[in-house]
């Protein structure tokens, strides 16, 4: 697989802390990825510096072979990066739909799409941001992204403060576009769930890659998760 993008050598933070730094990554076309690590160790910011939210002080990044280094965030979202925040910002005075609409770009992922996809935004069509459950806001938010149909997804903390129902929901969702082709970047706490939908993962620590590989293999290896995440037992137990 053709490496789609390409992270080399990357510095940056916000004002003059560092908080990612020396980083370098390539992403094949197709492959999901998952980001983990303890907090604060630069995962989220990894993924807002992709998307050009951050001060980047060395290093480049590339999607597709075009170099995004001086693209604003939504040139970049015109490029080919979707990006589902941790804060989800959607709109919370326009209906789901046109929440939708207003980022719809031509291509495979259409409001019929994300409507099956997701069947519960399609009940809630007509239903304003505001009126929206956390799960509800977190589907709306992925599905927002999809419709301007990214070559790379960016998902930061998608499972956040949901009920395990609406987690399997969206897991589900995950591995559909997995399925699809879709290359995605999965940041994520709980790290056995992240585990299981991503071919790959990689584990940050002070802003450095400490580990990269085979998330299967990572996900067999108990003692290692300890190791690189400080995950308690119940963190890491196979799922009931």
């Known amino acids: 697989m053709a490496d789609l993008l390409v992270i080399e050598d990357l510095r940056a933070g916000y004002r ?63 490029r080919g990066l979707g990006y589902v925040p941790q804060e989800r910002e959607i ?8 929440n939708l609409r207003v980022a719809l770009r031509p291509g495979r992922w259409d409001l019929a799409a994300v409507y ?11 239903n304003f941001g505001n009126q929206l459950s956390g799960g509800e806001q977190q589907m709306l938010a992925m599905g927002r992204a999809l419709v301007g149909n990214p070559s790379v997804l960016l998902l930061d903390e998608p499972l956040e403060g949901l009920s395990p129902v609406i987690m399997d929901v969206l897991l589900d969702a ?23 939908v991503t071919d790959r993962v990689v584990v940050l620590e002070r802003g450095r890659i400490v580990h990269q590989g085979a998330s299967a293999a990572l996900l067999a290896d108990d003692v290692r998760m300890h190791q690189l995440l400080g995950l308690a037992d119940a963190d890491i137990a196979p799922a009931a």
């Open 116 to 126: 099956q996809l997701f069947p519960r935004l399609l009940e809630r069509r007509t």
């Open 174 to 196: 995950i591995k559909a576009l997995k399925a699809g082709g879709l290359t995605l970047i999965l940041v994520e706490q709980h790290a056995q769930m992240a585990l299981e």
């Open 16 to 78: 003059d802390a560092v908080v990612i730094d020396g980083l370098s990554l390539a992403l094949a076309r197709g492959e999901a990825l998952a980001l983990l690590g303890r907090n604060g160790v630069g995962k989220s910011t990894l993924l807002a510096t992709l998307m050009g939210l951050t001060r980047v002080s060395a290093g480049s990044l590339r999607l597709d072979g075009a170099d995004l280094g001086a693209l604003a965030p939504h040139q970049r979202n015109a």
């Open 91 to 98: 709109f919370a005075s326009l209906t789901v739909e046109q």
